[in-house]
T-cell receptor
Framework: AQKVTQAQTEISVVEKEDVTLDCVYETRDTTYYLFWYKQPPSGELVFLIRRNSFDEQNEISGRYSWNFQKSTSSFNFTITASQVVDSAVYFCALSESGTGNQFYFGTGTSLTVIP | DVKVTQSSRYLVKRTGEKVFLECVQDMDHENMFWYRQDPGLGLRLIYFSYDVKMKEKGDIPEGYSVSREKKERFSLILESASTNQTSMYLC?????????????????FGSGTRLTVV
């Protein structure tokens, strides 16, 4: 079974629109970590954020915000006022305490921001 | 700036060749990982290593092997390359999760090697 589901395969938005990327995870651990990574066309995955399972506070960093809801096992990512430079593939990932440092990645959401 | 360096960005090999993909990190990380990335399938774990000379199979180890003789270097080996191993290969490293560590610090990734097997 897929531990991390990113149902949106591709999304296109017009520049300055807001966009939300969905991530749903599955785990039986009480201690776990959730991540978002960005993969621009250059190929290297860039770390965006890490949350642990005990911290459900939403986080905002500039135009980026994350909504973590344990009740729905979701960790959604919103980009406000999107820009062309936001075009990339975004991956959500889960790390469970029982598996040490092994990550489970979603299949990614390809975001295209149209100028 | 901390880095994970993959020796080749693009590689073209023939079917049946033995292929070595090299990965070096300069962060003194204990853990290193090899993933392959394919459209629609996301990142799939091939092998990982928690320490020198240690290796663990990931989700799709068939057709691959690894070597970790030094802490900073983790090599992925395709014993006999096949066309279905054409893919993007990503190396990553991370700190070890030890007692008292505040949490899992996540991976640092290399830029990837796009391998084409013809």
């Amino acid at each position: 079974a897929q531990k991390v589901t990113q149902a949106q395969t591709e999304i296109s938005v017009v520049e300055k629109e807001d966009v939300t990327l969905d991530c749903v995870y599955e785990t039986r651990d009480t201690t776990y970590y959730l991540f978002w990574y960005k993969q621009p066309p250059s190929g290297e995955l860039v770390f965006l954020i890490r949350r642990n399972s005990f911290d459900e506070q939403n986080e905002i960093s500039g135009r980026y915000s994350w909504n973590f809801q344990k009740s729905t096992s979701s960790f959604n990512f919103t980009i406000t006022a999107s820009q062309v430079v936001d075009s990339a593939v975004y991956f959500c990932a889960l790390s469970e305490s029982g598996t040490g440092n092994q990550f489970y990645f979603g299949t990614g959401t390809s975001l295209t921001v149209i100028p | 700036d901390v880095k994970v360096t993959q020796s080749s960005r693009y590689l073209v090999k023939r079917t049946g060749e033995k292929v070595f993909l090299e990965c070096v990190q300069d962060m003194d990380h204990e853990n290193m990982f090899w993933y392959r990335q394919d459209p629609g399938l996301g990142l799939r774990l091939i092998y990982f290593s928690y320490d020198v000379k240690m290796k663990e199979k990931g989700d799709i180890p068939e057709g691959y092997s690894v070597s970790r003789e030094k802490k900073e270097r983790f090599s992925l080996i395709l014993e006999s390359a096949s066309t279905n191993q054409t893919s993007m290969y990503l190396c990553a490293s991370s700190l070890s999760l030890t007692l008292g560590t505040a949490g899992n610090y996540g991976y640092t990734f290399g830029s990837g090697t796009r391998l084409t097997v013809v």
